[in-house]
């Protein structure tokens, strides 16, 4: 009895399939969220193609929640969750059109850092891979140049975020690092808005999330989301508790 399946040859033309960026697998969202970030990464390059782009030459989808629940086989409940935590993560973007249009979905990407050195602009490699490259430029002496193949590995994702919140307000000092572990990045009007939000939680939150990113290398986008994101744990009961209060009143007992 032959079988459907087949090994892959030189000739074999390989089947229909999403592309799964690598810094999705440090990022701290649901395996449904990730899923549908590739789907709409997906559905993004096919818009580049047919030039569905906005006044600002954003590249926008349209992709209802029934369709994408179908694609994945979930309920609409479970598409709205994870479009929710895209939205939090600041991977997706959502416009409402107004009465019986189509709302614009804007799928985001992180940036690959770039930065300079000497006479010759290099991409920053984190760890070196069998397909780097050096080669010698006849237009800058001779001198090697660096090639940057395949995608953002974790470390650059950490310049990535920095880079992100640096553009976020250029008039502002660079994000300071907070927690232990001063792995936690954030602009002075960040933290100002987050205080303002969690004026009696903020510091805890800060110093939970930053003990959880060094104890399982996890990566954020964006920070200042990321303690919203464990803030919403908080006030449901799921986050992190810390020494119990075992303090009590003249008269009672413990």
Avoid: C
């Avoid at 569905?52 to 598409?79: F, N």
């Avoid at 416009?95 to 290099?122: C, I, W």
């Avoid at 987050?194 to 004026?199: D, F, T, V």
């Amino acid at each position: 009895m032959r079988t459907i399946t087949e090994y892959i040859t030189a000739d074999t033309i390989m089947p229909p399939f999403f592309r799964y960026p690598r810094f999705l697998l440090k990022m701290d969202l649901s395996q449904t969220a990730k899923l549908l970030y590739s789907l709409l990464l997906d559905r993004s390059e096919l818009s580049q193609k047919n030039g569905w782009q906005d006044s600002e030459g954003r590249t926008y989808i349209v992709y209802p929640v029934s369709e994408i629940a179908e694609m994945l086989d979930k309920g609409s409940t479970a598409i709205k969750a994870a479009l929710n935590e895209l939205d939090v993560a600041g991977l997706l973007v959502r416009e409402r059109r107004g009465f019986s249009a189509p709302n614009r979905l804007y799928v985001k990407v992180p940036q690959v850092p770039v930065v300079q050195f000497s006479d010759h602009m290099t991409a920053i490699q984190s760890e070196k891979r069998p397909s780097d490259s050096r080669k010698s430029d006849p237009h800058k002496d001779g001198k090697p140049t660096f090639a940057l193949d395949g995608k953002p590995t974790p470390n650059q994702l950490t310049i990535n975020k920095l880079k992100e919140n640096q553009r976020k307000g250029a008039s502002e000092k660079p994000p300071a690092p907070f927690g232990r572990y001063k792995n936690i990045f954030l602009s002075e009007s960040e933290y100002a808005e987050l205080k303002e939000e969690y004026p009696d939680r903020l510091e805890r939150f800060i110093e939970e999330l930053s003990q959880h990113i060094a104890a399982n290398g996890k990566s954020y986008i964006n920070y200042a989301a990321a303690i919203r994101i464990w803030a919403g744990r908080d006030r449901k009961g799921t986050g992190k508790k810390g020494i119990p209060d075992y303090s009590y009143k003249e008269g009672e007992s413990l």
